[in-house]
């Protein structure tokens, strides 16, 4: 069973427009970090966030992790076209393992 | 840019044949791992490989097995394919204990 998932399977905006996916885990976790993965290429990492913190930037993106709910977000301002693509959250776990575990992905669709 | 390669980006066999797809970086990095993604884009880790330790997620088959000739390249062998074996085979590689991960692009096995 996945560890980590993300809430929503698809979402579509317009470009310019804001938009957030969510994750949830189940699990103790020392750190989560969200990927993108396009069309024909492998994931990427776009922030990790330690358990520590609670709001990540980086450019256009944020992340906000809320370890008490066990949940993070991860929000897009300014939405361009190439911002299409599937978003992941990750875990990685508390129990010492360096394996990282995905959630089932966001399709991101971004529109003219 | 990408720094983990892998080869080749497809391939097509029938069931019962054996497989070998080849995964090297370029990172420097110490430890290398393997994922399945099947269509839905579920992301299941199947090895974590470094010089120090093999980790082998229970739930894959015997019929697959890593192989390593030094901590630059990992490769996967499937002995015997089998139809549920179609998928897109995501190689990675990292330091160990840092949890980025650089993926390659993918190998796109189709089994018939």
């Known amino acids: 069973s996945q560890l980590a998932e993300e809430n929503l399977w698809a979402l579509s905006v317009h470009e310019g427009e804001s938009v957030t996916v969510n994750c949830s885990y189940k699990t103790s976790i020392t750190a989560l970090q969200w990927y993108r993965q396009k069309s024909g290429e492998g994931p990427a990492q776009l922030i990790l966030?330690?358990?520590?913190?609670r709001e990540k930037r980086n450019g256009r993106l944020r992340a906000t992790l809320d370890t008490s709910s066990q949940s993070s977000s991860l929000s897009i301002t300014a939405t361009r076209c190439e911002d299409t693509a599937v978003y992941f959250c990750?875990?990685?776990?508390?129990?010492?393992?360096?394996?990282?575990?995905f959630g089932s992905g966001t399709q991101l669709t971004v529109m003219p | 840019e990408t720094a983990v390669f892998q080869t080749p980006n497809y391939h097509v066999t029938q069931v019962g044949n054996e497989v070998s797809f080849n995964c090297k970086q370029t990172?420097?990095?110490?430890?290398m791992y393997w994922y399945k993604q099947d269509s839905k884009k579920l992301l299941k880790i199947m090895f974590s490989?470094?010089?120090?330790?093999?980790?082998v997620n229970e739930t894959v088959p015997r019929r697959f097995s890593p192989q390593s000739s030094d901590k630059a390249h990992l490769n996967l062998r499937i002995k015997s394919v089998e139809p549920e074996d179609s998928a897109v085979y995501l190689c990675?590689?990292?330091?160990?204990?840092?949890?980025?991960?650089?993926f390659g692009h993918g190998t796109k096995l189709s089994v018939l």
């Open positions: 990675a590689s990292s330091y160990e204990g840092n949890e980025r991960l650089f």
């Open positions: 490989y470094n010089n120090k330790q093999l980790i």
């Open positions: 990172l420097g990095h110490d430890t």
């Open positions: 990750a875990t990685v776990l508390s129990s010492g393992s360096w394996q990282l575990i």
């Open positions: 966030i330690r358990s520590n913190e």
